[in-house]
Structure formats: C-alpha cells, structure tokens
C-alpha cells in the first residue's frame, strides 16, 4: 500500500479516468481499471471487498429494474407506428406555417419524449421522418438537423426518462418526484425551441418556406380525425405510466411493467407485431440495459475508492470554496458537468459526479430536488456538444447519404439550441418552482 493525500489521489483518479476516454476506451473500462489499480494500491487487498460491495448493492436495486422495462416499453413504441401517425396529422395543420415542419418535429419529439425515454430512438424516428421532409421543402440542412437533435433529445428528460431512473438512487432522490419535477421544464424547453424556430423563420422565411396550401387541402373533419386517432393512444399510455406514478398507485417500476405491456398492446393494435418484433426488441433493450449496468456498476465501484480515499471531501471543499459564496459554488458546478459533456457519456457522469455533488445542495442551502434537475437540464447540452455529442452521431448515421448532410450542418444547427437550454438553467434559477411545483402536489 502506498502513501498518498487526498488531494494527489483526487487527480490522479479524475485525470485517469478522463485520459482513457481521451485515447479512445469505452467509458467503463478506464473507470474500472483506475477504480481497481487506485484501490490495491491504497487499501491492499480489501479493495476487492468495497468493490463486491458496492457492484452487490447496485446491480441489486429494485428501482433500476425500470430500466430495461422502459427500454422496452420506448423500443416497442418505435415499431408500433405512432410517430409516422402523429407526423401525417399535424402535417395537415401546421405544415402552412414558415418553419412548420420543423415545429412539428419538435412537437412530435415532445410527445415521443413522454413515451419512449431514450434519445437513440427518439433522434432514429425523428431523422427518418422529418429530416427528409424538411429537405425536400426547401429547408435550411442546419435548422431541419437542429430541429431533430433537440427535439430527440427531450426524451432524456421529460419523463419516463431513463437518466431520471438512474439519478435517483445515485442522489437518494425519490424516482417518482424526479419524474414530476421533469414534466414543465421540459416543456419549457420545447416552447422555446419552438419560439426560436417561429422567430427565426418569420425574418428568414427562405429557410423554412410553408408547405402549398393544395398540398394540405383536407376537410377539417378528416384532419381532425386523423389528430385524435394519432394523440389519444399515447396519451392513455402516458396517463397510464405517469398518471399512477403521480397519484401515487404504483412507484416507477411497476408503473414501467405497465408501460412495456402497454406498448406491447399498442403494437398489435397496430399491426405491427409479430414474434420476430419481440424477440428484436428484447434483444435491444437487453443490449442498453447491460451497457447501462456495466458502466454503472464499474463507476460505482470506482466511487467507492474515491470516496473512501477521502477525495470526496477535497471535490466538496473545492466548491464550497468557490468565490461568490453558494451561487459561485453552484455555478462551478454547472461549469464541471458542462465541461464533462464534452467528453464523458451521461450515463458516466451521473453514476461517477452524483454521489460525489449531491451532498454538497444540502451544504449550500439548495433543495436536493432542484438541485438534482438542474444537473439534469445540463446534461442536455451534453447530447449536442462536440466532440463527445450522441445526437449529432445518432442524426449523422440515420440521415440518408443521398440527403447531403454534412457534421457541418449538423453541428452549425444544434449550436443555437445549446444556447437556449442555458436560457432554460436560467428560468428555472430564477423561477424555481419550474421544477418544484408539480412534486408538491403528489399523493404520497
């Protein structure tokens, strides 16, 4: 065993982990090898103890058993069709609109949000259905790819999220608040994303021309039809998962089972069922879930070194000490998990920064549950960030190759949207009851 301060541990285990993602690793294996190697040479062989340990306690809890169900439950609704239902109603209403379609894909990514979870799916659906759409119309490759990057990613936050799931038992948080806290920033998200696109196409229409009005030409009777038949089974569903989870019938992971059953039903009332569907999809959902576990499991367990090592109280020492008293130390915050988008996928951030940041709100006088959302909302940026940037990658390998889209495009479109989530941190700094309101009001 060797000798070392807290302070020399602390980036030596930080600089590790972010030198291996550097050159290229898979988040999980630096975590886990500078986890282990930090732990032999600190504690000796009881090491292997802290790490069984805590890798026992993680895979063991209850709550993230919501996890595959709500992979599931996103990855069934994506067969089922509703998205292509959804996209031919509101075509016939809002397509007439400069910058119409890229609404609609924002609207449709909202909606997709409270039903699927997953930004992989929601960006895919999103990608295929609009992107093309909006290209053939004569729309700017930049706003079409912005469009569907962040309105693909509101699935990552408006609930049934799966980054909620996982950052409440990391922060002691209850899964269900967490779920209500999401619901009204994540739709002022959305209302800004599409201001900013009306804006936008009202002084340059050239880059989002409406649709011909004998393209849309369709009794309203028709047109409001085809609307109901498209919302009304995802809103049953939505009310079904998220309405027993706020009345307080059922907590996340039972009200997942539902959701997955659910879909399921959906499914085959659309006829998109078949046997080879269910076996695709269980085989995805235990393809995301098995990443999941395994990068969080490693994290964990390196956690628990960092935190025994007594680095933990150097990090929180670090922002307590911040300049500006506990606004300066929030900030710092906000700046760490920023800056840590840019490199770590979210999962790793949540499963390595949490433990370590949450103890600090109570220290500064926040509410853990504000506290925790904020750190959420941040993340969102993370999808959109280079060099790291899921989103971008997820439009870029969807997009097809004869549409043109170029990282450029894609990059250059999704710029304007990181802007306007950093206006979304700043509502809901100024106006915190965004986020507390609606848990307030829950059943116990």
Request: charged share 10%.
């Amino acid at each position: 065993m060797i000798d070392l301060s807290p302070e020399v541990v602390t980036i030596i285990m930080l600089a590790g982990v972010l030198f291996g993602v550097l050159i290229g690793y898979p988040l999980a294996i630096p975590v886990g090898a500078v986890g282990l190697i930090m732990g032999y040479l600190l504690f000796g062989g009881a090491v292997f103890d802290l790490l069984y340990a805590r890798l026992f306690k993680l895979i063991h809890s209850y709550v993230l058993l919501a996890i595959p169900l709500f992979v599931f439950m996103g990855v069934m609704l994506e067969r089922s069709g509703i998205a292509e239902r959804m996209w031919d109603a509101l075509y016939l209403w809002l397509s007439g609109l400069r910058g119409g379609l890229a609404i609609i894909t924002v609207l449709i990514g909202t909606i997709l949000a409270a039903c699927v979870g997953i930004i992989g799916a929601s960006v895919t659906m999103l990608a295929i259905l609009a992107l093309p759409s909006m290209l053939k119309r004569g729309y700017s490759k930049s706003l079409a790819s912005g469009s569907v990057c962040a309105g693909g990613t509101l699935g990552i936050l408006i609930p049934p999220s799966i980054m909620l799931v996982i950052y409440g038992p990391m922060a002691g948080i209850s899964v269900g608040k967490l779920f209500m806290a999401a619901f009204i920033p994540g739709f002022v998200l959305s209302g800004l994303y599409i201001s900013y696109i009306t804006i936008r196409c009202y002084f340059q229409p050239k880059i989002a021309p409406a649709v011909p009005v004998e393209e849309r030409a369709v009794p309203l009777i028709k047109k409001t039809t085809m609307l109901l038949i498209s919302l009304v089974p995802p809103a049953i569903l939505i009310l079904a998962v998220l309405g027993s989870i706020f009345l307080g019938i059922a907590p996340p992971t039972e009200a997942a089972a539902v959701g997955a059953f659910a879909a399921t039903v959906l499914a085959i009332a659309y006829r998109r069922f078949s046997f080879e569907a269910l076996k695709e999809t269980a085989l995805r959902s235990l393809r995301v879930t098995s990443m999941i576990l395994l990068i969080g499991g490693l994290s964990f367990a390196y956690v628990g070194v960092f935190v025994g090592a007594g680095c933990g109280k150097v990090v929180e020492a670090v922002i307590l000490g911040a300049p500006g008293g506990r606004w300066g130390a929030f900030a710092m915050v906000m700046f760490i998990i920023f800056l840590l988008g840019f490199f770590i996928d979210w999962i790793g951030i949540i499963f390595i920064m949490v433990p370590i940041l949450a103890p600090i709100a109570p220290a500064l006088g926040f509410d853990p549950l504000w506290f925790g959302m904020m750190i959420i909302i941040n993340l969102q940026m993370s999808f959109m960030t280079p060099p790291f940037a899921s989103a971008i990658f997820y439009l870029r390998g969807s997009a097809a190759p004869e549409l043109g889209v170029t990282m450029g495009d894609i990059i250059r479109g999704v710029f304007p949207f990181v802007g306007l989530i950093m206006i979304g941190l700043g509502l809901c700094v100024a106006f915190p009851q965004l986020i507390l309101w609606l848990p307030s009001l829950m059943i116990k």
